[in-house]
């Protein structure tokens, strides 16, 4: 709004103030002070308040947080500049590969371990049972950092079996 239209706005409430008589002036400021005080409260005080509270509710939860998130950080950090596993070469990690194979029930002819590359073995498989196969792979990763660098499954006839081609590299290798 521009400045002339306020002044014309003010000259209009000034003399509808000036016509009403000298109750009806009082009761309208007698009502202002009554309502004035009620709408700080409703409209700025209160809401400032809750606020406040909230505030002192989560500000503790979030000091928490960073400092659990900090010392994630460091953890981090540590373990990015940790030690690297070592190299498992060859005939080793075919022998922990065909151990950890023997150990969760199969053998040959059901399970083939051959060595592949210098850091690789390569394990086929026919009919093996799709969760004992993710439990073995789970394990060689935990105890000796060996992981599936290439796999190939297919569905067997069976529920919950599967072929497998899997290529197993230390993952240390990479």
Avoid: C
């Avoid at 706005?9 to 004035?36: D, F």
């Amino acid at each position: 709004m521009n400045p002339s239209a306020i002044k014309a706005q003010l000259e209009v409430l000034r003399a509808l103030w000036a016509a009403l008589s000298a109750s009806e002036q009082r009761m309208l400021k007698l009502g202002a002070l009554i309502v004035l005080p009620v709408l700080f409260y409703l409209l700025m005080w209160q809401p400032a308040h809750s606020a406040v509270e909230r505030l002192q509710q989560s500000v503790p939860q979030q000091r928490a947080q960073l400092v659990q998130m900090q010392a994630q950080a460091v953890e981090v950090q540590t373990l990015r500049h940790g030690a690297k596993p070592a190299v498992i070469e060859g005939d080793a990690l075919k022998r922990i590969v065909q151990g950890a194979v023997e150990a969760a029930g199969w053998g040959a002819p059901a399970v083939m371990v051959e060595l592949a590359e210098k850091n690789e073995v390569r394990v086929n498989a026919e009919g093996i049972e799709f969760a004992r196969w993710l439990a073995l792979l789970r394990d060689l990763e935990n105890t000796h950092h060996i992981r599936v660098s290439a796999l190939t499954l297919s569905a067997s006839s069976a529920p919950g079996m599967v072929k497998v081609n899997a290529v197993i590299s230390n993952g240390a290798a990479e």
